[in-house]
């Protein structure tokens, strides 16, 4: 069974930094696009950050643009590097692969993580 498993989130203080990994059960997912969203309580799930399969090209949520870093640890971990944190970043964050169409949109995901929780205290 394909499996993501998020780590790292946990409670940090406005300004602070928290970094996120995701790891796949397979390296079939090397092949594929992986992409971070995030739900905060009473909130649609939003998108956060994708990167391509070579890891040469990354697009962001303006919202997270020039705070947030999504990279490829190897070809199982995708990371996502999160500073300068608001509170408006509080969320569940998750992570997603194998997009189809809009990847900007959680519909187009196959594969999803269990998300891990950020809270960020003003």
């Known amino acids: 069974q394909v499996q993501l498993v998020e780590s790292g989130g946990g409670l940090v203080q406005a300004g602070g930094s928290l970094r996120l990994s995701c790891a796949a059960s397979?390296?079939?997912?090397?092949?594929?696009?992986m992409g971070w969203f995030r739900q905060a309580p009473g909130k649609e799930r939003e998108f956060v950050a994708v990167?391509?399969?070579?890891?040469?090209?990354a697009y962001y949520a303006g919202s997270v643009k020039g705070r947030f870093t999504i990279s490829r640890d190897n070809a199982n971990t995708v990371v996502l590097e999160m500073s300068s944190l608001k509170p408006e970043d509080t969320a569940v964050y998750y992570c997603?692969?194998?997009?189809?169409?809009?990847?900007?949109?959680?519909?187009?995901?196959?594969?999803w993580g269990q998300g891990t929780q950020v809270t960020v205290s003003s």
């Open positions: 990167i391509n399969w070579s890891a040469d090209s």
């Open positions: 997603a692969a194998d997009p189809e169409g809009d990847y900007t949109l959680p519909t187009s995901y196959t594969y």
């Open positions: 397979e390296r079939l997912f090397s092949n594929y696009p």
